[in-house]
Antibody, heavy 122, light 110 residues
Framework: QITLKESGPTLVKPTQTLTLTCTFS??????????VAWVRQPPGKTLEWLAV???????LYSRSLKSRLTITKDTSKNEVVLAMTGMDPVDTATYYC??????????????WGRGTTVTVSS | QSVVTQPPSASATPGQGVTISCSGS????????VNWYQQVPGTAPKLLIY???QRPSGVPDRFSGSKSGTSASLAISGLQSEDEADYFC???????????FGGGTKLTVL
């Protein structure tokens, strides 16, 4: 059974750096085709993809947020960490991590964590 | 504004069928697979359809997906009250080099 769980601060101040950890089980990020993505959802709005890291260390970032994001993995701990600098109130959202699976040539977000709500306020 | 467009709402009565559309462009739906997610308010998204028309194990066959050109559709037959949720389509966008989500469709079971 694949599970993912997000953890991190629920409240951050403007300009601070947000660091979120995704701890997962049921799969390995050393397995070909595997990956972990981060997605966020502001209250009442749609989903927004942020970043992904793959088993081969390849990383991709949302073009609009690339300068603020860093995604890393620790395969020994089954963890993926997302850091986002320069937090602003508009970054208030629920942040999800999701397992990436592959079907032929196509990757997709398979199993999702429950999400963690982050509020940006002074 | 989302790169991929969905109708904001849809509704139908129990037992009926409903189709939710997802319109994109050649850089996303037109050249990559579409996935669909169901999100009951207050919970995490759940994968419903992947690679255009594949159902994960455990997803009822009342849910089906299709794709044609730069558009995709999610069809739900035999609506049940528990189908009331938000539905999102998603696809890889080769121009943006990232995933894009539709704006979401809120399905109401009357």
């Amino acid at each position: 059974q694949i599970t993912l769980k997000e953890s991190g601060p629920t409240l951050v101040k403007p300009t601070q750096t947000l660091t979120l950890t995704c701890t997962f089980s049921g799969f390995s990020l050393t397995t070909s085709g595997m990956g972990v993505a981060w997605v966020r959802q502001p209250p009442g709005k749609t989903l927004e993809w942020l970043a992904v890291i793959y088993w081969d260390d390849d990383t991709l970032y949302s073009r609009s947020l690339k300068s603020r994001l860093t995604i890393t993995k620790d395969t020994s701990k089954n963890e993926v960490v997302l850091a986002m600098t320069g937090m602003d109130p508009v970054d208030t959202a629920t942040y999800y991590c999701a397992q990436i699976s592959r079907n032929y040539f196509y990757y997709y977000m398979n199993v999702w964590g429950r999400g963690t709500t982050v509020t940006v306020s002074s | 504004q989302s790169v991929v467009t969905q109708p904001p709402s849809a509704s139908a009565t129990p037992g009926q069928g409903v189709t939710i559309s997802c319109s994109g462009s050649s850089s996303n739906i037109g050249s990559n697979a579409v996935n669909w997610y169901q999100q009951v308010p207050g919970t995490a998204p759940k994968l419903l359809i992947y690679t255009n028309d594949q159902r994960p194990s455990g997803v009822p066959d009342r849910f089906s997906g299709s794709k044609s050109g730069t558009s995709a559709s999610l069809a739900i037959s035999g609506l049940q009250s528990e189908d009331e949720a938000d539905y999102f389509c998603a696809a890889w966008d080769g121009s943006l080099n990232g995933w894009v989500f539709g704006g979401g469709t809120k399905l109401t079971v009357l």
